[in-house]
T-cell receptor, first 112, second 112 residues
Framework: LAKTTQPISMDSYEGQEVNITCSHNNIATNDYITWYQQFPSQGPRFIIQGYKTKVTNEVASLFIPADRKSSTLSLPRVSLSDTAVYYCLVGRNSGGYQKVTFGTGTKLQVIP | NAGVTQTPKFQVLKTGQSMTLQCAQDMNHNSMYWYRQDPGMGLRLIYYSASEGTTDKGEVPNGYNVSRLNKREFSLRLESAAPSQTSVYFC???????????FGPGTRLTVT
């Protein structure tokens, strides 16, 4: 699976839009991209998944360019409760299970 | 629905002791996973099970064994604990064809 590279940390003020970019240069044709959020002392929580172009749900948007070598998670109008670690994953469905690789994630600190 | 549950929440072992971490899910998922997360790191896959009765090694299986007892339960056993196994252990499950994994709250294990 392709390795992912993300910024180690980011700071943002409350109410701003936050964009976290992830690089996955060696992504394969069948691979998909997911993002997870993790609060301290909790398990990761799924945010959004995409294959190409743009995907939006109630909490975030995911932008994937045509070459799929990167992706950007966009969080609109962040609040203090969005302070967490965000993981970009490249995954593949393999024989019924999901094969994914977690990187070290981006620690987002939202400032009042 | 409780989702994914794990027991115990915390455990301290001495080097050489054995223990079993329990995981159960009530979402009727076929696939289940065991990950470990070391401080400041992403999650690494220890073992996975694509369906009842099957298990396979992940990225870091050495020192661990697993049992898929039935569709609901997937246990992780440390036969002879070592300090290098000090970590937080997460169990997860996923539905066939879905890109989302559901994680439990984790077990914080310390080996002295």
């Amino acid at each position: 699976l392709a390795k992912t590279t993300q910024p180690i940390s980011m700071d943002s003020y409350e109410g701003q839009e936050v964009n976290i970019t992830c690089s996955h240069n060696n992504i394969a044709t069948n691979d998909y991209i997911t993002w997870y959020q993790q609060f301290p002392s909790q398990g990761p929580r799924f945010i959004i998944q995409g294959y190409k172009t743009k995907v939006t749900n109630e909490v975030a948007s995911l932008f994937i360019p045509a070459d799929r070598k990167s992706s950007t998670l966009s969080l609109p109008r962040v609040s203090l409760s969005d302070t967490a670690v965000y993981y970009c994953l490249v995954g593949r469905n393999s024989g019924g299970y999901q094969k994914v690789t977690f990187g070290t994630g981006t620690k987002l600190q939202v400032i009042p | 629905n409780a989702g994914v549950t794990q027991t115990p929440k915390f455990q301290v072992l001495k080097t050489g002791q054995s223990m079993t971490l329990q995981c159960a899910q009530d979402m009727n998922h076929n696939s289940m996973y065991w990950y470990r997360q070391d401080p400041g790191m992403g999650l690494r896959l220890i073992y996975y099970s694509a369906s009842e009765g099957t298990t396979d090694k992940g990225e870091v299986p050495n020192g661990y064994n697993v049992s898929r007892l039935n569709k609901r339960e997937f246990s992780l056993r440390l036969e002879s604990a070592a300090p290098s196994q000090t970590s937080v252990y997460f169990c997860a499950s996923s539905r066939d064809g879905s890109y989302e994994q559901y994680f439990g709250p984790g077990t914080r294990l310390t080996v002295t």
